[in-house]
């Protein structure tokens, strides 16, 4: 008997009265209750619009605010090289690229910070994107598929997680920064591919991942380790170079670097690196490169501008990690209870949505702009206000906002009494 294929057996298989099927749900409608829910439980985020930036001041409705939740660590976002760089590359090619890289997107200029990149960081070859959550999209992407396994931290990045989802292999996540319990998930599943996963530096949490005990684990266990450095690169490690340069691993001991260009280095994009087989399948199979247009040239010529200050103006590395020990001392001093962090990122933690957000505002009201960060970025009874520090602060704004932390936090205190 021939099988019934294509189009007449679907319609065999449709329900005979289209009328009887239940109403289908308006998405919009949908879309609008989430909203409300979220609104009722105090968790809408709220979009805010910087007139002016001026160092690390900003005017938010008419106010001038110390920023203290940025994430341009080594003050470079304004900085005169970079300025000239993208000016240059302006005048000289426009202000898009016009085209994807394959496409006669690919100017001069990424293929200059694509090599400086990768002498940076110690790698064999550096491919750019347009943003740190392509990356990372796009790799897993083309490493993973269905059969494969990627064993993630808990606490890493969204893109991360999105990006195993997306390349259909078996997603799993052990306890944040428990090697042991990753080692358990990848023995789980011997004979597949496999992948681990983790941020160099945890952007909610500010601590360092165990790399080195991860990059043994993967040798041992035969499996690719990748580290998102977005938060690391510029700030740890010789010259800046990051997490990884700072633990002493190779190449060939995390043969798979993400990290951002937008931090840091404080322009917009991210690249990975690695081998040069890695890069030359990137190009063939990672869609989120391939699909999509070119980073604009300007932006690649600031970038690399930025490496270059980054790397030789050590100045700015010291400087800062002055401002976290100081900012650690002085919270201690106060009795202000801060997590186990070394990195500029330093979360205050409250718990409940609410104190955080009373916190934030007695804040702001003090001239200070550092929102509080609540569920679903972080986990449920976990919400902070999350003190980013840079080299463009000044010891006076870390005591002036290490006095009004401690009368928000009595403050909030007080209100929950």
Known sequence: MKRETGFSASRRLRPAQADDAAPRPDLLQRLAAAHAERAQQQLLRRLRTVAEVAGPRIVVAGRTLLHFANNDYLGLAQHPAL??????????GGVGAGAAHLLGGHREEHAALEETLARWTGRER????????MANLGVIGALLGAGDVCVQDRLNHACLIDGARLAGCELKRYPHADVAAAARQLRQRPG??????SDGVFSMDGDVAPLAELAALCTKEHATLLIDDAHGLGVLGPDGAGSLAE????????PVLMATLGKALGTFGAFVAGSAALIEGLVQFARTYVY???????????????????RLESWRRDKLHRLIAHFRHGAA????????????IQPVPIGASEAALRAAQALEDAGFYVP?????????GAARLRVTLSAAHEERDVERLLDALARALAAARDAEA
């Open 83 to 92: 300025r000239e760089a993208a000016l240059r590359a302006l005048a000289r």
């Open 126 to 133: 550096a491919l750019l994107f347009s943003t740190g959550y």
């Open 192 to 197: 597949a591919a496999a992948l681990v996963a």
């Open 247 to 254: 633990a002493g691993l190779t190449p060939s001991d995390a």
């Open 292 to 310: 999509t247009t070119a980073l604009p040239p300007a932006l690649a010529a600031a970038a690399r501008a930025a490496v270059e200050v980054a």
């Open 333 to 344: 001093a106060r009795g202000i209870a801060l997590a186990a962090a070394r990195t500029p």
């Open 372 to 380: 509080a960060i609540r569920p679903p970025t972080v986990p449920r």
